[in-house]
């Protein structure tokens, strides 16, 4: 028996099992009348198989009631069991749907706007193209390589929900096929896009990355998802999220040349995601790209950290001045209230 809310699916063997003990027949007898094993009788009593056309033939004989009435009744056992658990699974998925950040996914136009909480559902199983919203739990589903500042529930699921953004935007970017060392080797012309101007090197940045089997998309800052960027495979392409969250640009580079890492160093299609070492290797990873270790160590030890120094080692470093400002605010080397109008703000058009 299988019961919900609002339905309960009784198995036509409560009514066998009825029949036999008015009869005060044993279930081995009946599997000798009915030619069938005594393990077959047993799962048919607690519906555990199916009761077929032919069994409910047998049924009429031995037991003297209509084989039209036990199709009938393993079809509204059917029926019943489907209701029940749908019923089930949408109030299970209404508990996961209130963790969704849906206001604010229904301003942006990635889901409907809903009135009660089944629509949610509804509307957030179309969106994720799940029949269930629990099913978001399978690995084989969600296999993200990502940058956040923080980790909670909630900001989990926004971070799916950002990435299935992400995901639908991708799909009409196309992409050659997914070449690593084509993309190793453009490393050096990305960077230098640094120094121009969003409006200038955004349709260069997704070209050079298409032309890798990459596909760069801007999505909108979601809130609680405390997300920076997202890297995950979708068919035979590799898709990379970037947020203008903040739109500092050296947090910007930084969040792209750290998902471009978990590309390079393998890190993407894990069946579990990524690892916190790996999150610090694509961390290191893209700072010594962006600036290199040797090299920043070196202007660390003058110690000179007037803004014309700042300035004259970007200019050596070939970099946006506003990323190495935000290196030396990220290490201690100077506070965050210093040359910060050397960072530049990026209005990126999502």
Not at 46 to 57: C, F, H, K, S
Not at 233 to 253: P, S
Request: charged letters at 30%.
């Amino acid at each position: 028996m299988e019961r919900s809310r609002t339905y309960i699916a009784v198995p036509p063997g409560s009514t066998i099992k009825e029949q036999l003990e008015y009869r005060g027949m044993s279930q081995k007898e009946f599997a000798a009348r009915m030619d069938m094993s005594e393990k077959h009788i047993s799962k048919l009593i607690n519906g555990e198989v199916q009761l077929t056309p032919e069994t409910a033939v047998k049924l009429e004989f031995v037991l003297g009631v209509p084989a039209s009435f036990w199709n009938n009744l393993e079809a509204i056992y059917r029926e019943k069991l489907i209701k029940v658990a749908a019923e089930n699974s949408m109030d299970y998925d209404v508990e996961i749907a209130q963790n969704f950040p849906y206001s604010e996914m229904a301003k942006l136009g990635w889901v409907p706007e809903a009135r009660n909480n089944n629509e949610k559902v509804i509307n957030l199983r179309k969106y994720f193209e799940v029949i269930e919203i629990k099913l978001l739990d399978n690995n084989q589903i969600t296999r993200i390589a990502c940058r956040r500042l923080a980790i909670t529930e909630k900001s989990d699921l926004a971070l799916l929900a950002w990435a299935q953004e992400a995901k639908i935007k991708s799909r009409s970017i196309k992409t050659s096929p997914i070449n690593i060392k084509k993309l190793i080797s453009v490393l050096p012309k990305i960077r230098e896009m640094t120094l121009i101007k969003p409006e200038v090197f955004c349709l260069e940045l997704k070209k050079e990355l298409a032309d890798c089997g990459i596909a760069l998309v801007f999505v909108p800052h979601l809130k609680g998802s405390f997300l920076q960027g997202a890297t995950f495979m979708d068919g035979n392409k590799i898709v990379v999220g970037l947020t203008a969250r903040g739109k500092d640009a050296d947090k910007f580079w930084f969040s792209l040349f750290h998902e471009l890492a978990h590309i390079i160093l393998g890190h993407v299609n894990q069946l579990n995601g990524t690892t916190e070492d790996d999150e610090k290797k694509a961390d290191s990873f893209a700072s010594d790209t962006l600036i290199p270790e040797t090299e920043f160590e070196i202007f660390k030890k003058e110690g000179d950290y007037s803004e014309g120094s700042v300035l004259s080692f970007s200019k050596k470093q070939k970099i946006a001045p506003g990323i190495v400002v935000g290196r030396m605010q990220k290490e201690g080397v100077i506070g965050y209230n210093r040359f910060n109008k050397l960072k530049e703000k990026y209005d990126i058009a999502i």
